[in-house]
């Protein structure tokens, strides 16, 4: 089984890629094969509305979202993970779930598991999940579970909590990567 991890920051080494490596690692030792897929280092244009996906079932924009869409297609379990913007997912990360809508057509990603991870200072950490959560069963995902980090400064995760009564932002991270694989593994993925 194939777990991918998605992470909508642009700060490399920051506190959604500390989280998700935490999820892919747990998942790894449970057994699964992991990719991650760091928007800090990849380039994914917004998704322009021009339509073509919804009669030819893919994008015709030739960026790094074509490397993500195949990494999608193969794996069982897909972890969405994107720090907290003013409120929101990162334009990284909505780029990425705008660019998605090509998958609709096909509905390429139904019943596969999803996870949800956010990281925020402060503020925003249930409105983001949510969102994300929403756009999972918007593509026919099902969702195993989420984690919540706070921290602001790169690596403030690693010592901070989580959204969880008396859980570390690791713990959860740790949850997280056990529930996505349970959750697979009961659906025969
Ligand atoms: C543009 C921007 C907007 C942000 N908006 C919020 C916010 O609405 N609420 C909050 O508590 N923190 C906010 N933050 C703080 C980040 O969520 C926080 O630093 C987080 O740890 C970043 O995760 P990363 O290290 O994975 O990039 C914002 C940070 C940036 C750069």
Known sequence: MKVL???????????????MKEVLK???DAGCITEMFLMSEKQVAPCDACGTCF????CVIKDDMQELYG??????????????????????????????FALLRNRSLKDKVAGTLVVTRRVGAIQTRSLLNSFCIAQGMIVAGGAIGYGREPGDVLKGVGGGIDMSA?????????????LARRLGL
Do not use: C
């Open 5 to 19: 991890g998605i992470v909508g920051s642009p700060r490399k080494n920051g506190n959604t890629e500390i989280m």
């Open 26 to 28: 747990t998942a790894h």
């Open 55 to 58: 009669e030819a079932g893919s």
């Open 71 to 100: 990494m999608m297609e193969s794996a069982q379990a897909i972890v969405f993970g994107s720090p907290v913007y003013f409120g929101s997912v990162s334009a990284q990360m909505k780029a990425v779930m705008d660019r998605m």
């Open 170 to 182: 690791m713990d959860e991270a740790r949850q997280l990567g056990t529930s996505v694989v349970r």
